[in-house]
């Protein structure tokens, strides 16, 4: 089975602008969660989705946001960037709604340079 | 609102080393303790799920140990290997918000 794919793997934007990542899931698995990974706050939850609806979602202004489609795939998407916004974002995927619950499978991460 | 600390932040010792790596966490409302792996640049690979009822997993070299009333785990390496060398992160599924909530890693070099 494949694993959780991300893309693009790396991206540089500058300030103001916004930028779309995107994830897909190991076959089968309907739940997909964010994070945001810097070195100086660490791995920090986004949002999750299960069948195309947001369960849960952390403490970052509504600059980021995301969505799932049907066939379990998200995106998510940052406006406006700041250069704090500079990180790795990683998915993971889950197989059932209670997400992390159970075991999450990471993906390699899109690295974001903001300039 | 839960809290997850890890301690030591790095350490470094020779092949062949018994290691353990504590993680603690301030609110015992836990769902699960997961133990992650991160080489550098990469994603994170599960290593380990102990679920709140648990008391320890084992995998291969690996294991982990969780206490929710001390609010401790602990993951164990038996003889570890060079390629041991990674971060390790545990996280802490709160059961009263659903969300994942990570340490700040532990950095592991196994010196050959």
């Known amino acids: 089975k494949a694993g959780v794919t991300q893309t693009p793997r790396y991206l540089i934007k500058t300030r103001g602008q916004q930028v779309t990542l995107s994830c897909s899931p190991i076959?089968?698995?309907?739940?997909v969660s964010w994070y945001q990974q810097t070195p100086g706050q660490g791995l920090q939850f986004l949002f999750e989705?299960?069948?195309?609806?947001?369960?849960n979602k952390g403490n970052f202004p509504g600059r980021f946001s995301g969505r799932q489609f049907s066939n379990s795939r998200s995106e998510m998407n940052v406006s406006t960037l700041e250069l704090g916004d500079s990180a790795l974002y990683l998915c993971?995927?889950?197989?059932?709604?209670?997400?992390?619950?159970?075991?999450?499978?990471f993906g390699p991460g899109t690295r974001l340079l903001v300039l | 609102k839960q809290e997850v600390t890890q301690i030591p932040a790095a350490l470094s010792v020779p092949e062949g080393e018994n290691l353990v790596l504590n993680c603690s966490f301030t609110?015992?409302?836990?769902?699960?303790l997961q133990w992650f792996r991160q080489d550098p640049g990469k994603g994170l690979t599960s290593l380990l799920l102990?679920?709140?009822?648990?008391r320890e997993q084992t995998s291969g070299r690996l294991n982990a140990s969780l206490d929710k009333s001390s609010g401790r785990s602990t993951l164990y390496i038996a003889a570890s290997q060079p390629g041991d060398s990674a971060t390790y992160l545990c996280?802490?599924?709160?059961?009263?918000?659903?969300?994942?909530?990570f340490g700040q890693g532990t950095t592991l070099q196994v010196k050959p």
């Open positions: 993971a995927s889950s197989l059932s709604p209670t997400g992390a619950q159970e075991t999450q499978y």
């Open positions: 076959s089968g698995h309907r739940s």
């Open positions: 989705y299960f069948s195309e609806t947001q369960r």
């Open positions: 609110d015992s409302a836990i769902y699960n």
């Open positions: 102990i679920q709140s009822s648990q």
């Open positions: 996280a802490a599924t709160s059961s009263n918000t659903g969300k994942l909530i």
